[in-house]
């Protein structure tokens, strides 16, 4: 069995997100000025924890704010960025490069509400949740596969990696929440629409565990530029990978109120 932290981070602000604009795989912007501060004070949040695996979208917004994140580390210099197409943004279509508004009325005018519509040419959201399921599939195996391997070499015994026993509750809103003792931890960046799917993947498929008193609104809301999650994810190896996820927090920001403040 293994236990490892996930953090997924959205990518800092773009000119397209500031204008309102639909960005999908089409649109391939840098960070704006906001965007890199964004990712700057994403990166001194988690600073000090140590990311073992580092994964983003190969789109240009995503990695280089997956790389002011890893420049701001302590602990993760010589962790390699794995660019992989899966964690792309979902594709729009047609919609890409015009204002949210006119997908709006799209799928308005097609009688379909906005999150379930797909404009011509782009993915629906199953397309996507395949992306989505055969990335943190692979995602596992790797852990699973590098982990173990490692613990083996230190001495634990094979095929099981130990988990440190559960300690009292930390005080909520610290970078690192939920990862107790040294857990294997991996940095995912990717995108807003992606990372809606992801938690629906988490909550409908794999019956993640959740916070008390969040409401499916929250689990579900758009998660804002740099906005993070963190899940515990437990991998037990067997013929067929049967992954369990915990939801330790959704679309954190804490890192922002500095930024906030100086508007």
Do not use: W
């Amino acid at each position: 069995m293994l236990k490892f932290g996930l953090t997924v981070v959205r990518h800092g602000e773009t000119r397209y997100n500031k204008e309102r604009l639909l960005q999908g795989q089409g649109v391939d912007e840098l960070l704006s000025a906001l965007g890199v501060r964004q990712a700057e004070a994403a990166g001194q949040y988690l600073k000090d924890l140590k990311f073992t695996n580092v994964f983003s979208s190969d789109l240009q917004r995503a990695k280089q704010t997956a790389d002011i994140i890893i420049r701001k580390s302590r602990h993760s210099h010589g962790v390699e960025i794995v660019c992989d197409h899966r964690l792309r943004e979902k594709s729009f279509g047609i919609a890409e490069g015009k204002p949210v508004n006119e997908m709006k009325n799209m799928a308005k005018a097609a009688g379909q509400q906005c999150p379930h519509f797909t404009p011509p040419g782009g993915e629906t959201q199953e397309q996507v949740r395949s992306r989505v399921r055969d990335f943190v599939q692979s995602l596992c195996q790797q852990m699973l596969s590098e982990h173990l391997s490692q613990s083996g070499r230190q001495g634990a015994p094979e095929g099981q990696i130990t988990v440190p026993n559960e300690e009292a509750p930390r005080p909520e809103g610290l970078p690192a929440d939920g990862l107790l003792g040294p857990l294997p931890h991996a940095l995912v960046v990717s995108h807003g629409a992606y990372m809606r799917d992801t938690m629906k993947y988490f909550v409908e498929e794999l019956q993640c565990a959740l916070p008390p008193h969040l409401k499916m609104s929250q689990v579900f809301s758009a998660c804002p530029n740099t906005g993070m999650c963190r899940f515990v994810i437990t991998v037990r190896r067997g013929e067929k990978l049967l992954p369990a996820a915990q939801c330790v927090f959704i679309n954190r920001t804490d890192h922002l109120e500095a930024l906030r403040e100086e508007k």
